[in-house]
């Protein structure tokens, strides 16, 4: 192991044991009962406004999220338990389990909620896969799927051998509650959005947590909305910054802001492009801290955290690029539902970030699979969990540039 690593790994370690050390007695434990998130009542894979609150916490009060993996499926292959949902994992309509929500004390609509991550202690195995929603999956297709063994420093895996993954572990997810407001809001403008055929996961009753308010008899059914999309008040975020050390600046729009985590990553790269990180269980410690008058986070939240999360884990990288050039005749699949009679004609857009993004991440497939010995699935998914899409540039019509950067020291000696 070189110095760097070597240093890198001390401090993650001396941190979390130091976050461990000033915990107390007055811990909130909550998460993680039972098989799956119907058997547990601080768990939800839906969003409303009547959600009901898990606990209790004050603000500056430790507090323990026990999360579950994306797929609320079971991830140890000697478990014996059978799962009663019918179908291979992740189940229809079971993503994401969320644990909580925990009532702030305190906490009023217009205050801003902190969020600071004192450690992440990662489950023992995770799993990676090409899913449908996967940017480039109209290339290369699933199914194909990894198991990973994981401890406190790296992920490996038999599914894709010769590479070891670095421990970054984030929650994919960190939430409040919507206001009835807002989540109407919310609730229309996406509606509007599924009846022109754009890419929205709509409300569905199937596996739905908590089953009486949003299940096949539920309440509210049409109502609660789906955990894939981050949103203004936070959610499916996926930002791997938001490691051990980072604060995120939440909006409060219910009394008590209705804290959640989940979609716990091991590891993740910039896009999560397959689709999945290395989704986990895991156990997540967080502190709070409301903040009365602070940013409007009219967009979205706002986080911070110490330089250190922003780095890659590799002393080298290899990085291809992107622009928006495509082949005459052709239509981005994530414009089909626009139904322009411009775009097929046209051989390059102008300053599409989305299609520089995915001619950079196809670019590093094709690097990975005659470079290093893997399929092109298996670097589909690696490059899901390793490789940073970057923006080079915004400005320079038409074509805007976006790098593909992959750390070399994830892959093993020949």
Known sequence: MAA???IRWLAVLLAALAATAAWGEDTLTLGREGNRCAEDAACFNRIHP????AARAAPGQTIL???RNAGDAQLDPASSYEDPRPGPPPFPGAVHPLTGPVYIEGGEPGDVLAVTILDIAPGAFGFSLIGGIGFVSDQVAGPARALWRLDRREATSPDIPRVRIPNASFPGIIATLPSVERHARILARENALAAYGGAVSPPNPVNAVPAALCGPEGARTDECLRTAPPREHGGNLDIRYLGVGATIY??????GCGLALGDAHFAQGDGEVSGTAIEMDADITVTTRLIKNGP???RGPHFEGPARLLDIPSRRFYATTGFPLKRAGEVPPD???LESTRVAGLENLS?????AARNALLEMIDYMANNHGLTRQQAYMVASIAVDLRIGQVVDAPNVAVAAILPLDIFDPR
């Open 65 to 67: 999220f026990r999360t």
């Open 335 to 337: 414009m089909v539902y």
């Open 250 to 255: 939440l909006p409060c729009q219910i009394a």
């Open 4 to 6: 760097a690593d070597g």
């Open 50 to 53: 009547q959600i009901p609150m």
């Open 296 to 298: 409007a986070l009219a």
């Open 351 to 355: 300053k599409d970030i989305s299609l």
